[in-house]
T-cell receptor
């Protein structure tokens, strides 16, 4: 089934660890996004990509990095996690034409 | 600056009562506005967009450019409407959606 998948759904790690949040979509969408969502706060765009080998930083400054080597895959990496990185990370994709996002289920990260 | 403001963090109503979730925006140009909804333990999903001018699950939203508002309305709330609602604006560059902080709607019987 065409969908967007995020793994892990939940992750608890210690400070200083390197983590990668995976996001894959099987809809053939060119545009993909990462949003950060904190409770009671708006979703903040942290990264986006318009296609393979294209990545841009979003409105919210983030210490994370992303890559887009394949159309369907858009992983987010934190080289050295800190407690301030504790948040929910939402991946989304968008097909051409309609300005509508399809969201993944999210990855909830807790850094101790 | 482009911004979306949802002034209410929480809106509690009784079943059958009218609902209005407020959304104001700041944008220089012709905006494209959306309402997204997140039910408990489900993904964030599109509810409606202003260019469609449609009613989804009984909800409607009219773009008022004079008041720069895009309020979400439903005449009779149902318990299954309880969820988090986000108003969103497509930015000038068309790169991504700008979201408000969200409003939690709680409908009780």
């Amino acid at each position: 089934e065409a969908d967007i998948y995020q793994t892990p759904r939940y992750l608890v790690i210690g400070t200083g660890k390197k983590i990668t949040l995976e996001c894959s979509q099987t809809m053939g969408h060119d545009k993909m996004y990462w949003y950060q969502q904190d409770p009671g706060m708006e979703l903040h765009l942290i990264h986006y990509s318009y296609g393979v080998n294209s990545t841009e930083k979003g409105d919210l400054s983030s210490e994370s990095t992303v890559s887009r080597i394949r159309t369907e895959h858009f992983p987010l990496t934190l080289e050295s996690a800190r407690p301030s990185h504790t948040s929910q990370y939402l991946c989304a994709s968008q097909g051409s034409g309609a300005n509508v996002l399809t969201f993944g289920a999210g990855s909830r990260l807790t850094v101790l | 600056a482009q911004r979306v403001t949802q002034p209410e963090k929480l809106l509690s109503v009784f079943k059958g009562a009218p609902v209005e979730l407020k959304c104001n925006y700041s944008y220089s140009g012709s905006p494209e506005l959306f309402w997204y909804v997140q039910y408990s333990r489900q993904r964030l999903q599109l509810l409606l967009r202003h260019i469609s001018r449609e009613s989804i699950k009984g909800f409607t939203a009219d773009l008022n450019k004079g008041e720069t508002s895009f309020h979400l309305k439903k005449p009779f709330a149902q318990e299954e409407d309880s969820a988090m609602y986000y108003c969103a604006l497509s930015n000038q560059a068309g790169t991504a959606l700008i979201f408000g902080k969200g409003t939690t709607l709680s409908v009780s019987s």
